[in-house]
């Protein structure tokens, strides 16, 4: 069974971009704000990560991320932070809520991917499905 990433993206081609990078190895569910992203945990608790960025029109810059650490439903779901943010910004979300990965704009989709793998599945896992893509 494939497992489920949910997105958290509210710019439409940068969401599209990363379902299109995931969908071939994930099962993905894509929102545009931090009150779907909401509702869309609470209806399923069976994702395996959260990519998101901190920075959503609905919410305050992090506000997100705080919910998801804090919460005792969702907080052991590995996250990923992917924005356009000053980085010393992203570092300091980083450490306070001990996300796994982040990743500034624009970014490169295969060290992504690696990241996506190595929190998903494992280093194993990951080592071996890019050792099958690439030959």
């Known amino acids: 069974m494939r497992k489920k990433i949910l997105v958290v993206e509210g710019?439409?081609?940068?969401?599209?971009?990363?379902?299109?990078?995931?969908?071939?190895?994930?099962?993905?569910?894509?929102v545009p704000d931090g009150i779907s992203a909401i509702y869309s945990l609470r209806q399923s608790n069976d994702f395996?990560?959260?990519?998101?960025?901190p920075d959503l029109q609905d919410?305050?810059?992090?506000?997100?991320?705080k919910y998801l650490r804090l919460s005792?439903?969702?907080?052991?779901?590995p996250m990923v932070m992917l924005s356009s943010m000053d980085e010393s910004l992203l570092m300091s979300?980083?450490?306070?809520?001990?996300?796994?990965?982040y990743?500034?704009?624009?970014f490169n989709p295969m060290k992504f991917l690696e990241s996506v793998d190595?929190?998903?599945m494992g280093r194993d896992h990951r080592e071996l499905s890019l050792a099958v893509n690439f030959k």
């Open 59 to 65: 919410m305050q810059d992090g506000e997100l991320v």
């Open 11 to 30: 710019n439409k081609a940068v969401r599209y971009l990363l379902c299109t990078i995931l969908n071939k190895y994930y099962d993905v569910v894509s």
């Open 48 to 53: 395996s990560l959260v990519v998101l960025d």
């Open 72 to 77: 005792p439903l969702f907080n052991d779901i």
């Open 93 to 101: 979300m980083v450490k306070k809520y001990g996300v796994e990965q």
């Open 118 to 120: 190595a929190l998903v």
């Open 103 to 106: 990743f500034s704009k624009p």
